[in-house]
Structures are given as structure tokens and as C-alpha cells.
């Protein structure tokens, strides 16, 4: 069965060395409270600190992320940085076409097409961020924004590469907000996307898929919204940048 999965994204924060000092915590934390066996923590911080984070990661159940990848292969392209880096520091997963990048670097259905290619050929697992923003909600839009932003992004894919697909749900609105999304908004979102992909590529792939939530996910709320059928787990901005709060969101499938 699909895994639970909490994601912790940093965004642009932390030093170095406030990273590997949360990393160090989180990890300890792992240590002395392992998760359940079906449960995958993994951390997304910026990208200098990635190999510094991926020395943590043991191959079971704590893996390190990137926030970001570029579309393009390689060459002159300043500034950006490629699957092929990202695989060469053994990273398993990259978030990608989060609702910032999109808002704020202008990032198409199409460019996050290229970057689940690239990250796919590179043998690392896409996180793929969908959701509505605010007006789109409030127009009873939120289910066209979504089913398009998965059909153009991810299902020119085959169904074996889409095996490969995290889908995270983050209502733009509850992003960093403290107005997170009520667990029946995001259960009815999740089941409609999941229906999309069984759709398309059949039953046994979309229960597979893990679907995450976002959108001021915090310790208080994790275990309403995880209890949902078809919410698979976290992607966690705010709540992710201290040990004590990612870690009562990751023990919220806890009795
Ligand atoms: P917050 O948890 O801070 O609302 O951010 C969610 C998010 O954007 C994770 O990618």
C-alpha cells in the first residue's frame, strides 16, 4: 500500500548552521521515536545544505529532498541546477511547480512538465504541488485549476513513470496563512484528484499514489486531516522549521 509521507519544506530559511542543527534534532528525535514501518519522513531544505542533509539520510525511513530543479539538462544556464546534481548527491526526491514558484518565477504547467522529465530521467521523485488560490475557491473553480494543473503537468507520463509521482494538495490560500483547508475540503480534493489518475492510468496506480496536504498543516490539526481516507500525509512549510513541531505533525498517525 501507498506510503504515509510527511515532507518538511524550509523554503528560504536557515543558516547552515540552524540547519544542521535541526536536521541533527529531527534525526535524533526519528531515533528515539521511530515512525510506524509504513511512514517516510523527508526533509526539503535549501540547496547548499543538501549534502550536508543527505549524510543523515539512512534508507529507510528519513530521506532528504530539493525544493527546486531546473528544466533544462545542462550548460549555460546560471544559476540553475540540474537533476543530473541533484542525483550525483544521491538525492531521492525534489519538490516541484510549488504555488511560489509558480506565483513568483512565473512557472508554467509546461516548465513543470520538463522538470518531472528531467528529475524522472535522473532516477528522483517528483513532488508535484497542485491547489487553487483564493478567488479560484471562492468561484467554485478549485476542481478545474487542479485537474488541469495535473493533466498538463503529469499525465503525459507513462504509467510507470507516474508510479514514481508524490502529488501534494496546497490550497494557495492556507499556505502560511494559519487558515489551513477543513479535513472534509481536503479529503474531497484528494479523492477527486486520486479519481483523476484512476482514471487514467487505472485503479491500482492511483492507490499508490501517495497525496499529500499543505497549507498550515501544524501538530494541532495533522491528525483530523491525515485520519481522511485519501490523505496520505504532509508537506509542511512553517510547522517544519522546529524539531518539536514536524515531530508531533510525524507522530499524528500515532495511537
Ligand atoms: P505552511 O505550512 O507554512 O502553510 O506552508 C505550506 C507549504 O507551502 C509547504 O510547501
Sequence with gaps: MRKHIVAGNWKMNKTFQEADELIDDIVTCLENDTPDADTLVIVCPPFPYLEMAGDYSDGSYFAVGAQNVSDQESGAYTGEVSAAMLESLEMEYCIVGHSERRAYYHETDEIIARKVNQLLAHGIRPIVCCGEVLQEREENRQF????????????????EEFGKIVVAYEPVWAIGTGKTATPEQAQEMHAFI??????????????????LYGGSCKPSNAKELFSNPDVDGGLIGGASLKAEDFMGIVNAWKK
Excluded at 194 to 211: H, N
Design 194 to 211: 486520486r479519481g483523476l489518475i484512476a482514471e487514467k492510468y487505472g485503479k491500482e496506480v492511483a492507490d499508490e499514489t501517495s497525496i
Design 144 to 159: 478545474d485549476v487542479v485537474k488541469k494543473q495535473i493533466t498538463d503537468g503529469l499525465f503525459h507520463l507513462s504509467p
